[in-house]
């Protein structure tokens, strides 16, 4: 929702509230407050105008007052970098969804709609944002095809950017993936870097180190959400990034990187989550729970719920929040526990998170409701030549997006290879679901464990294409042709019945359901692709990574199985 | 002088240099980086283009290279908070004199020769910043005049700062020294801390404390350079405020401000001089000298060296310096010493600072040089009539801008109270020099020990009327009239004799002489005023503050004695 207008009328009710000549709108009473900056806890009220905190340690009164009953309260969370497309909802169900966790701004890069849909996808970011509760921010997609290896829904380039860039939502411009392009300085990603010099450009640099990194860090790059390791991160904090420590559904580094969060650091440090679910979010948590688990590490509070308000905050020049003062943006979360960041009422720009606050937004209309433009593919579409003797095939690594790339000795069959059961080597393909090219690119995967039947998807980064994975041909078309037919979504296929589905007709890639629906059949999928064998925990989301050609290191496309390292398509 | 133009064609020289694929513009060789994010020390070559550093932690090749011989290098130093008008040198002298003290970047407040000329002298500095080696920025002074009590030659309502607002060189509002305008909600007030909302607005709020700061703070204000006193710092730091400690040549609270300044909040911590003059700049140093006390208290040099750099940047939203690493402004303090602060060569926006640097500037021309408009005045002027038995006196605090309220039984001539060496009581008068009134203002003054004679200054916070201290009136005129001959100035009288002076044409503030000869001419004063007998090691110094009325608790202005707790000028 738009922030209360700082107009001269505003200032002298925020000043008379603050200094105790007037009632606020809303005190919080009784609350214990923690300072982000020191470590203080002052027993207090809260006074709150508008979205903005008046006063705090002092005894104030209010129009509306909540008894904190002795809580302790802390800065709202930020989440410094994540595509709300993954939690397969509408920004207004990740709102409704995510908030009650604490977090209070979430700063998101719309890529995957951006690659579906272009600018019409930013846009419809750029409209819900206005209305959500929380704080939605917006990076706006930078590298849109991640590859020309791929066909996508969408190219943007400065043009397209431009006018967007001036929006009251938008940070900057959004994790900068295409590193080869800037140490290759490639004029259209050196005409994207210049437009948002003195602005912010988020990084997007995994394992990038050393005189590479320097110069990727030359063209004005300050943040980085890719590190995987305590050693990278350390470099890159040296070399003047802030590290957002990342624990997203697939991608988990909070292992990893929690030992940087020390106290000298702790102001260069954030967090987020990328990529997750709403399963996730419902078992473990979102930014509540990486709190959680950071102090069990031993992290001191202090450092950690900075990292999650401040350092986030002043990370991306967000210098209105983080903290608990007068002055500052009123998002305050009330914890039932302070070290196990158990989080009780929230309150979201001068608003207490209750019901009625979501059932007053204005709903933007969803877009791309007919983006899935596939046609109907038959078994026998998905053949792979046996060119040698050793086939290429992806090793999926559970629980991450980079892969092995492996050689196995498969059957072969009218000089086709074949899928291999008892070497857990399945089929693999990718339908191109935007222009009817009528491309396919077909492969093999290792690591599914699936002894029957066909998983698919529309969630296929970053092209979302249609990609599948299957133990037969048949269920693969089964599964495919259901993705079609919902117009986009998830589909589990055994023999020729559909076994379990969730729809996401919004650009292929969220759908119009609530969060609660959403999760539901996100579990009956997770049982139906346990039935046909699958030992991934999160096959979906380990499905909807394969055809990344940005992360190392054999990923599959509509165009065909790509080698990352070698940077181009195998050819078989 | 002006940035580097960051487009596509200079990033990809920065991106290839740093990368190692290029040459730099230059590299910094063997030097020991000091970084202020984790307190590490890494022996690196720094390579540099255009006025950014593209490349640490490897070695490069540079048209122009520097021997660095082992040194450590830290972040070109930031002064948050300054006024250098009380270099009593244009800002072409001051940036010839302190940027071989590490200052690379100079947060100024054109606020005394705002008092004088209004906008012409706030963009005076503006164009002048455009040119010096140093980054010159400038908050826009917000309070011009200080109080309706006083004549000032200009006034500056929210008009005057609109069309200044948006001058590259431009970071905010300057120090907003009218609290209690702000809490008064007074509408000029509110309508300049809308137009700043969501920009910078630097605070000033000496003692304010409790919920009177809350209201202040509503208002959006969020560094403070006032606080005297370690609980006032605290308690303004817990509220959200950047604390800049100063360290001028009269105010001095470094050594009641230094232990704040530990490894949790040393990101919210910088430095300031607030005013400073040539003497001490030769004597002591400037923000070298502060560092070098800080670290010799026992600050860790992490926590001094941070503040003077990257939690100064950030404070002032300044992201793109305060750090050394690849896509930072190459602001480059190469140090001779570590801990003692010994500063060595200076990289200032990439450029070696050097003779040659200085001689290209363009010079801007000096403006207001017939700005002190007073007729001459008579011994006869100074009268001040014995209202009661006993007077109200100013008494002076060596090393304060803060005075006493004295009362003391004086002697009386014809109705008029007099002189009285022997209790220390001198006369002090402000003669009114902006538009021809003719106001005197008149008083008593204690602790400045002279015995005979005056010394008269054009520079009198922050009206800067002429201010003269004396033993007896005669001599009293001759200084004031010396002043007024010199269209500006300092001058020490003795009976009918000017004993020494410094003339300062522009706006009556600022030599045209070079910083060096100034110096010699204060050299002169001092020796000069001992001669009368003042005790005080600054007199010019406490002579420039006896007229500002905000500072409790008693002041004088060319209307009068001013009683700065009840804010109202006495009757006499």
Same mark, same amino acid.
């Given at each position: ?20 000549? #007037? ?7 009784? +609350? ?10 002052? /027993? ?14 002092? /005894?104030?009164?209010? @129009? ?33 969804? !995510? ?16 690659n579906v849909l272009g600018s019409e ?26 590859? &020309?290896? /791929? ?7 400065? #043009? ?57 860090? &030359? ?10 390791? &305590? ?89 209105d929040r983080g903290h608990l003062a ?11 526990? $302070? ?46 030549? +046996? ?87 048949? +269920? ?6 259901? !993705? ?15 076994? @379990? ?18 999760? #539901?059949?996100? #579990? ?18 380990? !499905? ?22 070698? $940077? ?5």
């Amino acid at each position: 929702m738009k922030a209360t207008p700082a107009d001269a009328a505003f200032l002298a009710r925020a000043i008379a509230a603050g200094a105790g000549d #007037e009632a606020a709108d809303l005190v919080v009473r009784n +609350a214990r407050l923690f300072s982000v900056i020191d470590g203080s806890t002052i /027993e207090t009220d809260i006074a709150v105008v508008g979205d903005r905190i008046v006063g705090v340690q002092g /005894e104030y009164e209010g @129009a509306r007052e909540i008894d904190a009953q002795g809580r302790v309260v802390v800065p709202g969370f930020i989440d410094t970098h994540l595509h709300v497309e993954s939690s397969l909802v509408t920004p207004f169900e990740f709102d409704r969804c !995510v908030l009650p966790h604490g977090v209070t701004t979430a700063i998101c890069d719309p890529h995957e709609i951006a690659n579906v849909l272009g600018s019409e996808g930013i846009r419809y970011f750029l409209d819900s944002s206005l209305e959500t509760v929380m704080d939605l921010r917006v990076n706006l997609s930078s590298c849109v095809p991640a590859t &020309a290896f /791929e066909t996508s829904g969408a190219c943007l380039e400065i #043009e397209d950017l431009l006018p967007l860039r001036d929006h009251e939502k938008v940070i900057g411009l959004a994790e900068f993936m295409n590193f080869p392009g800037v140490l290759m300085r490639d004029p259209k990603v050196l005409a994207k870097l210049e437009a948002f010099q003195g602005g912010h450009i988020d990084g997007h640099a995994p394992l990038l180190s050393g005189m590479a990194l320097n110069g990727y860090l &030359a063209a004005g790059i300050r943040t980085d959400h890719e590190a995987t390791t &305590a050693e990278e991160a350390l470099e890159k904090l040296s070399k003047g990034m802030n590290i957002l420590i990342r624990e997203g559904s697939v991608s988990k580094d909070l292992d990893a990187l929690a030992p940087i969060l020390q106290p000298d650091v702790s102001a260069f440090v954030a967090l987020c989550t990328d990529d997750r679910n709403p399963l996730d979010i419902a078992e473990e948590g979102h930014l509540d729970s990486m709190i959680r688990r950071l102090i069990a590490k031993g992290i001191r509070p202090l450092d950690a719920y900075r990292a999650a308000s401040w350092s986030a905050a002043n990370a991306f020049g967000l210098k209105d929040r983080g903290h608990l003062a007068p002055g500052w943006r009123a998002d305050i979360v009330l914890l039932d526990d $302070f070290e196990d960041c158990r989080v009780g009422p929230v309150i979201s720009g001068g608003r207490l998170v209750e019901p009625e606050v979501f059932k007053a937004r204005r709903i933007v209309s969803p877009v791309g409701l007919d983006s899935v433009k596939a046609s109907k593919v038959q078994a026998g579409a998905f053949q792979v030549p +046996a060119a040698s003797a050793q086939i290429d095939v992806i090793g999926v690594v559970p629980g991450r997006i980079i892969t092995e790339h492996l050689k196995r000795h498969l059957p072969v069959a009218d000089g086709k290879a074949q899928i291999d059961l008892d070497q857990d080597v399945l089929k693999v393909a990718v339908v191109e679901r935007h222009k009817q090219t009528g491309n396919i690119g077909c492969g093999f995967v290792s690591g599914f464990g699936m002894k029957t039947g066909a998983i698919a998807s529309s969630v296929g980064h970053d092209s979302h294409n249609i990609c599948v994975v299957g133990a037969d041909e048949e +269920a693969m078309a089964i599964a495919v042709n259901r !993705v079609i037919d919902m117009k986009g979504g998830f589909a589990v296929a055994d023999g020729d019945e559909v076994k @379990a589905e969730l729809p996401l007709p919004l650009a292929g890639l969220m759908s119009l359901e609530s969060f609660e629906d959403v999760r #539901e059949k996100l #579990e009956e999928l997770r049982v139906a692709a346990k039935g046909l064998g699958c030992v991934l925990p999160e096959p979906f989301l380990q !499905v909807a990574f394969l055809p990344l050609p940005v992360i190392p290191h054999l990923k599959i496309t509509d165009l065909g199985v790509f080698d990352v390292n070698r $940077f181009e398509l195998l050819s078989q």
